[in-house]
Every structure is written in structure tokens, then in C-alpha cells.
């Protein structure tokens, strides 16, 4: 770490220099305006002016690419934050057909994105998410609430053999991507530029890790749910060949895992260390709920046996991925005074 003498330029005015090689890497010269973001446990972060001019742009040579990876890299310009992304033909007269589909199939699952020009040989899109219209707990909460939503419609079609319940949780699957993949956006923008961290709702930039490992597991769990709701649909009958009081003790577990998934964003959106002990003490109980389960269950043929396990270990990992949001929110709970444990940071002496 570098150090800095403060020097004393008047009564009440305290200074200090910047680094020459920073200066020069952001073309800081005398007389330009530099941005100050005031932190918490003492920090001060430095911003030069070019680094928030909002208007970065991304341009993809389409040429040597096929459809997905060009979709993969204009997704990839989206979530680290470029404001308009133009795809070209490069050394191609026009754009193949399916680079134009790539770049509309982008569009369609990205929120925020738009064209605002097309040409033969040039696509662009751009940009209008504002990170001060999002909070990132309000979107973790989103997601986690699209993940139940999707797991209650699958369960739900399995109890009643209802084809469109399940196909209601398979399109919420591509909602559950937006959000994830905005989460992503706003995460990037804020660890690059810290002074975004207050407009997603942040008053540090110490939790944007941890939140992008919230946001993943809660993706994960959304394919789970998916992966159940493919199950419904593809089933016969869109059920599965259980009994009455199995069904009912299938939904039981969907609550029990709705509850620790729950609680365990909770926990991480308020930094409540007494929750986290709630969700681990419901984790506890998951292994013998499944072998309740299985114990009570008739003898089936492999393939309804297997639809039956299938369904299990969706919720089963629905459940681990909410306890390792659990043991996050327990290291942000207890970056701070909370409970039995007090900070006392030598920082700050």
C-alpha cells in the first residue's frame, strides 16, 4: 500500500497529491474535476471524470463468429456495463441471417436493450437501464421470488396433472434469466465505477461479491425449478405415479425448501445474523424429510421411480443452494457489531 503525507494549504483546508502514474493513466491534468466517494470505516475513493461519461461502446466483428458466440459476446458486453453495443460484418458485405438472429435473440433476453440502428452491414443496440431506477437486494428478492414462484407452479402441476402450470413455470424461466443477468450488469458497473454503488442501493462496495454469489445460486435454483416443471410437462398425465399421501408430503418438502430459500435472502438483504441460524436449523431437517419420502413409497417401475427421484434432488439442491446463501449472509452479518460480536477495527484508531 502507498502512503501520502497530507500538507496543510490554509486554515481549514488539508491536501494531498495524486499519484503521477494514476494522473496520467486517466489524463488527470491541473484544472480537471475528480469525483470524491465518501465510505464508510474511513475510505475515501477518487474517480476521474472519464471514467463515468455512461456512454462506453462495445463493437463486435461478426465475421468469424457463429450465431451463439456472437450471442455469448453481446451478452458479455451487456453484463460488464457497455452502454451501446454495434455488431458488424467486418470483412463481409452484410450480415448473414443468423448473426441478425443472434443479435435480436440477444436483445429479447436482455432487459434494458434496444435497436437504434440497422444497416446491411451494421446492427446497433443500446442500453437504457439506469442503475438508480434498480436496488440490488430488491432484485436478489426478485429472483428469489421468481425461483419460488417457478418451483409452486411445477409442484402444483405434479399435484393437479395441470399441463399449463408447468408451462407457466417454463416461461418464467426467461424472466428469472433477465433479472440474474441485470444483477450481473449492475455488479460489474459498481465494482468498476464505486460511485454507482450508492444508486443500486449500496452505501459500500464491500457486498458486491457477495452478492454475485447470491445471484448465481439463485439462478441455479431457478433451474431447478425448471427442471421440474420439465418433469410435469413430459409426464403422463403430468403427474407422478405416487400416492395421495406421498403428493402431500412432496408439497410439504416444496414449503420446508421455499422457507430456507426465503429466509436465506432475507438474511443476506438485512445482514440478520438470527436468521441464518433459522435457515441452518431447517437444513437439518432435509435429509430425513427426503427419506420419509422414500420410505413411504410404493413399489414403482425404474422410470416413475426415477421421475419421483428427479423431483427430489431438484428440491434437495434448491435447499444446499439456500444454505450456502445462508452461510454469505452470515459473513455480512458479521462484518459489523451484531450479536455476540463486536469490531473493533485498529483502522480506525
Given at each position: 500500500m502507498e502512503?501520502?503525507?497530507?500538507?496543510?494549504?490554509?486554515?481549514?483546508?488539508?491536501?494531498?497529491?495524486?499519484?503521477?502514474?494514476?494522473?496520467?493513466t486517466y489524463d488527470v491534468e491541473k484544472g480537471d474535476e475528480v469525483s470524491l466517494r465518501i465510505g464508510d470505516q474511513g475510505s475515501?475513493?477518487?474517480?476521474?471524470?472519464?471514467?463515468?461519461?455512461?456512454?462506453?461502446?462495445?463493437?463486435?466483428?461478426?465475421?468469424?463468429?457463429?450465431?451463439?458466440?456472437?450471442?455469448?459476446?453481446?451478452?458479455?458486453?451487456y453484463v460488464l456495463g457497455r452502454r451501446v453495443i454495434a455488431v458488424e460484418s467486418g470483412d463481409r458485405a452484410t450480415l448473414d441471417g443468423e448473426?441478425?438472429?443472434?443479435?435480436?435473440?440477444?436483445?429479447?433476453?436482455l432487459m434494458g436493450l434496444g435497436v437504434i440502428e440497422e444497416t446491411?452491414?451494421?446492427?446497433?443496440?443500446?442500453?437504457?437501464?439506469?442503475?438508480?431506477?434498480?436496488?440490488?437486494?430488491?432484485?436478489?428478492?426478485?429472483?428469489?421470488?421468481t425461483g419460488r414462484t417457478m418451483r409452486s407452479e411445477a409442484i402444483d402441476a405434479l399435484s393437479q396433472g395441470n399441463r399449463e402450470l408447468a408451462d407457466r413455470a417454463l416461461n418464467r424461466e426467461r424472466q428469472a434469466n433477465k433479472i440474474f443477468v441485470l444483477l450481473l450488469r449492475l455488479i460489474f458497473s459498481a465494482h468498476r465505477d464505486p460511485t454507482l454503488a450508492r444508486a443500486v442501493g449500496l452505501t459500500e462496495s464491500f457486498p458486491l461479491i457477495a452478492y454475485r454469489s447470491l445471484a448465481k445460486n439463485l439462478e441455479l435454483t431457478a433451474d431447478s425449478a425448471e427442471d421440474i416443471a420439465t418433469i410435469a410437462r413430459d409426464a403422463d398425465g403430468h403427474t407422478l405415479a405416487v400416492s395421495d399421501s406421498t403428493m402431500k408430503q412432496i408439497r410439504a418438502f416444496n414449503d420446508h425448501v421455499d422457507k430456507i430459500s426465503e429466509q436465506a435472502i432475507q438474511a443476506a438483504v438485512e445482514r440478520d445474523h438470527g436468521v441464518t441460524t433459522d435457515v441452518r436449523e431447517r437444513f437439518q431437517a432435509i435429509d430425513d424429510q427426503v427419506q420419509d419420502i422414500f420410505d413411504g413409497l410404493e413399489e414403482l417401475p425404474n422410470d416413475d421411480l426415477l421421475q419421483v427421484r428427479e423431483v427430489l434432488v431438484a428440491l434437495q439442491q434448491t435447499a444446499d443452494f439456500g444454505v450456502r446463501n445462508a452461510e454469505i449472509a452470515t459473513n455480512l452479518a458479521l462484518d459489523r457489531d451484531a450479536g455476540p460480536v463486536q469490531i473493533d477495527d485498529a483502522a480506525n484508531e
Open positions: 502512503t501520502r503525507k497530507v500538507q496543510q494549504l490554509g486554515p481549514s483546508t488539508l491536501a494531498m497529491t495524486l499519484p503521477a502514474e494514476w494522473a496520467r475515501i475513493t477518487v474517480l476521474p471524470g472519464s471514467i463515468d461519461s455512461g456512454e462506453s461502446t462495445a463493437t463486435i466483428d461478426a465475421s468469424d463468429l457463429d450465431a451463439d458466440t456472437l450471442e455469448r459476446a453481446i451478452v458479455a458486453q448473426h441478425i438472429s443472434a443479435v435480436y435473440n440477444a436483445e429479447a433476453q446491411p452491414d451494421r446492427i446497433s443496440i443500446r442500453c437504457s437501464v439506469d442503475p438508480a431506477d434498480f436496488s440490488l437486494t430488491n432484485l436478489l428478492e426478485r429472483l428469489e421470488s
